[in-house]
């Protein structure tokens, strides 16, 4: 008897297996305990392992046979002496106007002395010219100095100031270094030529 196997494909449905369904998984105590073992064990070589390879006993966690630890030599206190000494000193007052130094020695005023920032110095008087007037925008007091060098070299300085103390140069300085100028502090007596 002839069979017709391609009615048969065609009429034969594929099986399909149906798959258990995943069950969730169970807490294990075995490897919560083994992680903990291994945690522990880690902990406690990465504690004790640098006294064993620096050649010292390790310390017995018992402590009745536990090395003595030597204690670090006591550091001096450091003595203040101002609290005496403050009293009864004396110093002149001096305001921030005053252009004068006082000399080491004595109490007494030493030469005046103004202080300066030199800008920029440059070979054409066109250039110090720009910088002086964006230095005059910015605030500040500018000139421009034309000195000869030797050689027969011209320059023409930018001169910020003068200011009559230390802390007012400073604060123009730190103006100029925001405008990314890196200024030359000077000091000069005020009697002395710009050039100096």
């Known amino acids: 008897m002839p069979t017709d196997y391609a ?25 919560f305990a083994t992680g ?7 902990t406690l070589a990465g504690a004790l392992l640098p006294e064993v390879l620096s050649g010292r006993d390790s310390p017995r966690i018992s402590g009745v046979d536990a090395t003595p630890v030597p204690s670090e030599p006591a550091r001096p206190q450091p003595e203040f002496t101002f609290w005496d000494q403050l009293p009864s000193q004396q110093l002149p007052a001096r305001s921030d106007g005053d252009r004068r ?20 110095s440059f ?4 250039d110090a010219e720009r910088l002086r007037a964006s230095l005059l925008l910015l605030g500040l007091d500018a000139n421009t100095a034309t000195v000869t060098l030797p050689g027969g070299a011209t320059r ?16 123009a300085q730190t103006t ?6 890196d200024p030359l502090p000077l000091r000069r007596r005020p009697n002395q030529a710009a050039a100096g």
């Open 123 to 126: 070979s054409r008087h066109e």
């Open 36 to 42: 903990l073992v291994v945690g522990i064990a880690a």
């Open 156 to 171: 023409h300085r930018v001169l910020v100031g003068p200011f009559d103390s230390e802390r007012l140069m400073r604060r």
């Open 176 to 181: 100029l270094r925001e405008q990314d100028i």
């Open 7 to 31: 009615q048969r494909r065609t009429s034969a449905k594929p099986s399909r297996r149906r798959r258990p369904a995943a069950q969730p998984r169970r807490f294990s105590w075995g490897s």
């Open 101 to 120: 130094q006082p000399s080491a020695a004595s109490g007494e005023p030493a030469e005046e002395i103004e202080y300066l920032l030199q800008a920029g």
